[in-house]
Every structure is written in C-alpha cells, then in structure tokens.
C-alpha cells in the first residue's frame, strides 16, 4: 500500500511555462485534495474533489486548474507559471464514509520554483 | 466562515518537561477539530481528532488535546516532551454539517532542546 504519492518531487519552471503535477492514491477513496504550502501561511485549499468526474475550488484557485479523470487519480495544472505559484503542493485523499470526521492522507509533496 | 489561530509560531521545551501547542477556533457551528504533525521535507501526519463526547482526545506518540467550547480552543499537550517530536504542528478545523472544507492554521514550529 503506497498510499498518496505525488510526482514530480521537485520542478524548475520558467514565467508562462505549463506543467501538470499527478496525485494517485491506492486506498480507494472519494474526497482528494490539492493544497498549497507557503511560509507562515500554513496550508490552503486549491482544489478538491468528492468523487471521479468531479472537482470544485477551494480558497486559492486561480492560476490552476485540476481534472479527476480516474477515481485513483488526482492532476493539478497550471497553464501558465508564475513566481507567485513557487510553492510547496500537497495533495491529500479522505475516505468518504467517515466524512465529516474522516482523516486525511498527504503525500509528500512537491516543491515547485517559478523562475 | 472558519478559521483557526496558532497564535505562537514557535514553542520551545527541553527534552522531558511538559508541551503546549494551542489553537483556537472559529466556526458557525460544531467543530470537527484535527492536529496534524509534519516533519522536515515529509507530508502532513495525523495525529488526533475531536469530533464529540470526551472533551479529552487521546492520539499517536502520546499527545493528547482538550477541547474547550467555552474558550473555543483545541490546544495540543504531552507531559514529557522528546527531540524527536520537534516538528510543525498544524491545528485544523471543519464543520459537522453539510459539505466543508478543512481550514488549517499557519503552523506552530516546535523544538524540543535536549
């Protein structure tokens, strides 16, 4: 059981470049999540998604946009980079069952440097 | 709206003596209530939840946290703290009804001197 992971670890990206970061998950859950991680600010919500086929904005959406083609699968995108966008991404998984008192599963992240 | 405060960015103990993280909260509702712990360059651990009945929540590594209504706060405790649980805590919220999201706090460093 891997749990979450999420690839890349870690990407370089100059201004206007475009790149996907791929979330999957093994522990066939509903809900998963994209945050984002910036000093002193803790962590906050870019996307979600309550099931396959589905997504909706979180507190920061802008500048990025997500697909949840398949229910293990999770893909954060953003079309055109900017410096604001270096950050660290978290993607987390919740099983729906609990909700609303579920766990949720990170990943280890990626750090991500707009250049 | 939800929202959670950690109000010390930093919290430093020695080895062996007693840890107080705190956390308040913000909701218009019952809470759900998390702490979750993240070491150096590793994602997010769960650590313990409140979600009704006994106001003291027991959880992994030997930390507990206390839920106070009144004071509307969630402080994370352990009695005799370990190097090895220096890391960032985060304190995290929801609402029991319908469909929300998790807010989290900004984050409590905490280092544990031996």
């Known amino acids: 059981n891997a749990g979450v992971t999420q690839t890349p670890k870690f990407r370089v990206l100059k201004t206007g470049q475009s790149m996907t970061l791929l979330c999957a998950q093994d522990m066939n859950h509903e809900y998963m999540y994209w945050y984002r991680q910036d000093p002193g600010m803790g962590l906050r919500l870019i996307h979600y998604s309550v099931g396959e086929g589905t997504t909706a904005k979180g507190e920061v959406p802008d500048g990025y946009n997500v697909s949840r083609l398949k229910k293990q699968n999770f893909l954060l995108g953003l079309e055109s980079a900017a410096p604001s966008q270096t950050s660290v991404y978290f993607c987390?998984?919740?099983?729906?069952?609990?909700?609303?008192?579920?766990?949720?599963?990170f990943g280890p992240g990626t750090r991500l440097l707009v250049l | 709206a939800q929202s959670v405060a950690q109000p010390e960015d930093q919290v430093n103990v020695a080895e062996g003596n007693p840890l107080t993280v705190k956390c308040t909260y913000s909701v218009s509702g019952n809470p759900y209530l998390f702490w979750y712990v993240q070491y150096p360059n590793r994602g997010l651990q769960f650590l313990l939840k409140?979600?009704?009945?006994?106001?003291l929540v027991k959880g992994s590594y030997g930390f507990e946290a206390e839920f106070n209504k009144s004071q509307t706060s969630f402080h994370l405790k352990k009695p005799s703290a370990l190097v090895s649980d220096s890391a960032l805590y985060f304190c995290?919220?929801?609402?029991?009804?319908?469909?929300?999201?998790?807010?989290f706090g900004k984050g409590t460093m905490l280092l544990v001197s031996p």
């Open positions: 987390a998984s919740s099983n729906s069952q609990h909700y609303p008192q579920e766990t949720q599963y």
């Open positions: 409140y979600i009704t009945g006994d106001n």
């Open positions: 995290a919220v929801r609402l029991d009804v319908g469909y929300s999201t998790l807010t």
